[in-house]
């Protein structure tokens, strides 16, 4: 199995709807603070969530499954992004879409695994033979090129580490120096050179070279204590996805139609069921080695009433495998039909995973809740407005929804800009509010002329 090159897959996300929200704001009794990192109100559905973060944190979680279940807008997403701040980037978090497993060229359960395995991690912990030092020269070999008369190869490079114990002078393979013109070392970095695989890494720039520039970018680590040649215990966080996408081997066999194939599939890899099976089996005498760490992050499925019956009893089975994740489900729907069935079913749900489940409940806004979320939506967008256009946003949102309410800040924002004022007035809602409709009177307006529309 390779581990050495295994490349993240963690997806970067940018949400600029929830880029207010930076943890639960939880005390460590693990009451709600009223307002802290972004998050107002909602306490109890805070609350429950903290004691998630904790199970999670302290491992005892791994293989269940929660529900947040409340009205559009009462921040169900805004929680479950805060749990992934709570628990930090040691932890896989992976956000997914109900509607995402839908799609014409891979199965459904096959995107719901590679989510499933995406938020399990694994913490490899080895000890490797290394040379590790500052870099105090870095001196190519060549050699003339046997096959080009003029041109000349690298046949070999001569490096010499420094460390408080002396130095060294080391020569190595060529391969070695592709390497390290690959990770861009020069003099004064601090590396070392994994003996086995001839992969190198690069550490930091030493301090010594600290008063160089000032480089913020820059990170400066004390040359290294001890020999030059040592054991080093190297940690390592990956996936179970990413040791899976780093061991698929290109699709197809040896034979001729194979060959075109791949051609035609642009290195399309496959992850195969025996692969996994492999990788689990190999990870698992890993665990039982002590080599290695399970660390069970998070898998959170929004909009779950999007997931058909076959989705649902695939999960039923994935959440009592020995490899699951923590699994966070959220929906908005009341009472409706499962998606693939006529059955009706509370979340669109079936009650068999509902049974498996605890369920937060997540309640609509006080006016005052509002008026909170509003002004941490300004302060984030660097918005200012004045207290009565507040009230009076806020009274908007309590007749129509939150939602509709933080959309009208912007668009405020505008017209007091082109109006040279540096507030919002209460003025400028009114006029925004004008222009706009919300959802609700948009309905009413069409149920009013109902016979102007084709239907
Ligand atoms: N308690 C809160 N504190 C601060 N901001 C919040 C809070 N609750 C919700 N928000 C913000 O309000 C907006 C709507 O919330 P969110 O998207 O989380 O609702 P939802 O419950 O997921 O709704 P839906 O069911 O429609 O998906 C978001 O911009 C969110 O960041
Ligand atoms: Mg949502």
């Known amino acids: 199995m390779k581990i050495e090159e295994v490349k993240s897959t963690t997806r970067t996300q940018r949400v600029a709807?929830?880029?207010?929200?930076k943890g639960l704001g939880l005390n460590d009794d693990f009451t709600a603070k009223e307002i802290s990192h972004g998050l107002c109100g909602q306490e109890k559905a805070r609350e429950a969530a903290g004691i998630v973060v904790d199970l999670i944190k302290s491992k005892k979680m791994a293989g269940k499954a929660l529900l947040l279940a409340g009205a559009p807008g009462t921040g169900k997403t805004a929680i479950?992004?805060?749990?992934?701040?709570e628990i930090g980037s040691q932890v896989p978090f992976c956000p997914m879409v109900g509607s995402e497993v839908y799609s014409t060229e891979v199965k459904k359960t096959e995107i719901l695994m590679e989510n499933f395995r995406r938020a399990i991690g694994i913490r490899i912990k080895e000890t490797k033979e290394v040379w590790?030092?500052?870099?105090?020269?870095?001196?190519p070999e060549e050699k003339e090129d046997p096959h080009d008369g003029y041109g000349k190869v690298v046949e070999g490079v001569i490096l010499s580490l420094k460390t408080t114990k002396g130095s060294k002078q080391l020569r190595l393979d060529p391969s070695?120096?592709?390497?390290?013109?690959?990770?861009?070392?020069?003099?004064?970095?601090?590396?070392?050179?994994?003996?086995?695989?001839?992969?190198?890494?690069?550490?930091?720039?030493?301090?010594?070279?600290a008063a160089e520039y000032d480089l913020e970018a820059e990170e400066y680590v004390p040359i290294p204590k001890g020999d030059v040649h040592k054991k080093k215990e190297v940690v390592q966080d990956v996936t179970l996805h990413d040791l899976d996408v780093a061991n698929a081997k290109p699709q197809g066999g040896q034979d001729f139609f194979s060959l075109m194939n791949q051609v035609n599939r642009q290195k399309k890899t496959e992850i195969t069921e025996k692969l996994r099976l492999e990788i689990n089996k190999v990870v698992n005498k890993?665990?039982?080695?002590?080599?290695a760490e399970l660390v069970p992050g998070v898998l959170f499925i929004d909009e779950v009433h999007m997931l058909d019956i076959e989705c649902f009893t695939y999960l039923n089975r994935a959440l009592e495998s020995n490899l699951a994740p923590i699994?966070?489900?959220?929906?908005?729907?009341?009472?409706?039909?499962?998606?693939?069935?006529e059955m009706k079913s509370p979340h669109g749900v079936p009650v068999d995973l509902l049974d498996r489940l605890l369920i937060i409940k997540t309640l609509p806004y006080s006016i005052n809740e509002i008026v909170q979320i509003l002004s941490i939506r300004c302060s984030t967008e660097n918005i200012e407005i004045d207290e009565d256009a507040l009230a009076h946003l806020a009274a908007i949102g309590t007749k129509t929804s939150l939602r509709y309410a933080v959309q009208l800040i912007s668009p405020s924002n505008i017209l007091a800009e082109t109006d040279g004022r540096e507030k919002i007035n209460k003025e400028d809602i009114d006029e925004v509010n004008s222009l706009f409709f919300d959802a609700k009177s948009s309905a009413k307006i069409l149920q009013e002329q109902a016979d102007k529309f084709i239907s």
């Open 17 to 21: 709807t929830h880029s207010h929200i």
């Open 80 to 85: 479950a992004l805060a749990v992934a701040q």
């Open 132 to 139: 590790e030092g500052e870099v105090t020269e870095i001196t």
């Open 176 to 209: 070695v120096y592709e390497n390290m013109q690959k990770e861009k070392i020069t003099v004064g970095d601090v590396i070392y050179i994994e003996a086995t695989s001839g992969a190198v890494k690069r550490v930091g720039r030493s301090d010594a070279y």
């Open 286 to 291: 890993y665990i039982d080695h002590g080599i």
């Open 327 to 341: 699994v966070i489900f959220a929906t908005n729907r009341g009472k409706c039909t499962i998606r693939g069935t």
